[in-house]
């Protein structure tokens, strides 16, 4: 049974930074790969960056570009979001979702205060 794990979450000032992992269990990740997306009270759901499992070619939305960087650990199956310069913008639970099977995780808060 896949499952996906988010951790790393909490509250931070802004201008702070945190880092998000995503960990994989349950099956051999060779193909497809993770996608963060966030969700902020009475907002829709957005992208915020993704990563392929083989290529580790990444994208991210124009929100979190130059501030986000995501990157993998494939020994660990594992997806990290490292988030600098947070504003109380980014504020919002943070999930991610494993591609192209669409598992998600339980989310995790990010909170920014100014």
């Known amino acids: 049974q896949v499952q996906l794990v988010e951790s790393g979450g909490g509250s931070v000032q802004a201008g702070g930074s945190l880092r998000l992992s995503c960990a994989a269990s349950g099956r051999a990740f060779n193909s497809g790969g993770i996608t963060w997306f966030r969700q902020a009270p009475e907002k829709e759901r957005e992208f915020v960056a993704a990563i392929s499992w083989s290529s580790g070619s990444t994208s991210y939305g124009d929100s979190v570009k130059g501030r986000f960087t995501i990157s993998r650990d494939n020994a660990k199956n594992t997806v990290y979001l490292q988030m600098n310069s947070l504003k109380p913008e980014d504020t919002a639970v943070y999930y991610c979702?494993?591609?192209?099977?669409?598992?998600w995780g339980q989310g995790t808060q990010v909170t920014v205060s100014s």
């Open positions: 979702n494993l591609r192209p099977d669409n598992y």
